[in-house]
């Protein structure tokens, strides 16, 4: 079986990558960049709009600041859950971060939109509750690839019996529902 997130699970420690999943298309970035900041320059000189000259070139900027962004950092992200340490880290290029203690977490819960989903770890600490992405946004036509079954039947279970997130035993109470 291919080794999809790089996913690996110890005693006390479980470990993937949460944007594994996800294209950068930087190439494709890249050249939309190149192409808005020729438009602009060629918009420059034709009609002596300046300023379209300079527009091009942040749009530029930012679609290609983008498309590493995501080829180098986020692709690039690792989720440790450190059972010695009890702490959620984040591990990027630019170091480590500790997200959340483990005893604080609450739920992983999938949070879905019109065509995609992810899921999402809910912990609260003694003021405020955080809601932390757990994976990238997965479209629903893509609920039988591989990669994305692997998460489903493999990582997000085995994260819930790490943290001890049991499901949960829900009670009714006959005096308040009503019969159909």
């Known amino acids: 079986m ?13 470990s993937y990558n949460p944007y594994w999943y996800v294209k950068s298309n930087i190439i494709l970035k890249c050249i939309s960049g190149i192409l808005v900041l020729a438009s602009g320059f060629v ?12 527009i091009s070139i942040l749009i530029s900027a930012v679609l290609i600041f983008n498309g590493i962004y995501k ?3 986020k692709n690039k992200t690792t989720f440790i859950f450190d059972k010695t340490d009890n702490a959620l880290y984040k591990i990027t290029l630019w170091g480590n971060k500790k997200v959340t203690s483990l005893n604080n977490v609450i739920d992983i ?9 992810h899921y999402v770890l809910t912990s609260k600490d003694s003021t405020k509750i ?3 992405k757990l994976t990238a946004s997965i479209k629903n036509e893509n609920k039988s690839n591989p990669e994305v079954r692997f ?16 499901s949960k035993v829900i009670v009714f109470d006959s005096k308040y529902c009503s019969t159909i």
Do not use: C, W
């Open 151 to 166: 998460l489903e039947m493999e990582i997000i279970p085995q994260l819930e019996s790490f943290l001890n997130l049991n």
């Open 130 to 132: 955080k809601k932390i």
């Open 43 to 54: 918009l420059s000189h034709l009609s002596d709009f300046n300023i379209g000259f300079i």
């Open 109 to 117: 819960i999938s949070k879905s939109r019109a065509m995609s989903y």
């Open 71 to 73: 080829f180098m950092i």
């Open 2 to 14: 291919q080794n999809y997130y790089n996913f690996t699970v110890s005693a006390s420690q479980i």
